[in-house]
C-alpha cells in the first residue's frame, strides 16, 4: 500500500509541475485592462515636410497603447489637424493597434495633428507636418 501511495503521490507532483508551469501568478491575476493610454499611445508621420504643389500625401501612423504597453486593437479613432485634410477621419485600429491616415494641404504652413481614441481618449503626443 505505501508504495502505490508514493506513485500516486509522484504522479501528481509531476502532473503538477507540467500544467502549472507557469507560475501560479498568471492564473490567478486578473486580465489586464484595455483602456487606451494617453500618454503611452504614439503618433508618427512621414514625411514631416511635403509640397503644397505636389500630390505626394503625408502618411499619418497612430499606435493604440494600453498602459502597460500593449497594442489594443478594434478602436475608433479620429484624427485632426489644423491644416489641411486628413483622410480618412476615423478609422478602427487593426490587430497591433495601428490605424493609418493621410494627410495634404493646399496651403503653405505647419498641420498639428492630433488623435482621439473611442472618442473619450486624447493621445497627449500630437505630430507636426510642414508644408511648403
Request: aromatic share 10%.
Amino acid at each position: 500500500m505505501g508504495l502505490v501511495s508514493l506513485f500516486f503521490l509522484t504522479f501528481f507532483v509531476f502532473i503538477s509541475v507540467v500544467v502549472f508551469s507557469k507560475p501560479l501568478s498568471l492564473f490567478t491575476r486578473a486580465s489586464e485592462k484595455s483602456e487606451p493610454s494617453s500618454a503611452k499611445s504614439l503618433i508618427f508621420a512621414w514625411p514631416l515636410s511635403s509640397g503644397v504643389a505636389s500630390s505626394e500625401k503625408v502618411k499619418v501612423d497612430v499606435f493604440v497603447r494600453s498602459e502597460t504597453g500593449n497594442p489594443i486593437p478594434n478602436r475608433q479613432i479620429e484624427a485632426k489637424t489644423t491644416l489641411g485634410t486628413i483622410s480618412p477621419t476615423t478609422i478602427s485600429s487593426d490587430k497591433i493597434g495601428k490605424a493609418s491616415f493621410f494627410l495634404t494641404s493646399q496651403t503653405a504652413g505647419t498641420a498639428q495633428v492630433s488623435a482621439t481614441v473611442d472618442n473619450r481618449t486624447r493621445i497627449s503626443q500630437q505630430v507636426s507636418v510642414k508644408f511648403y
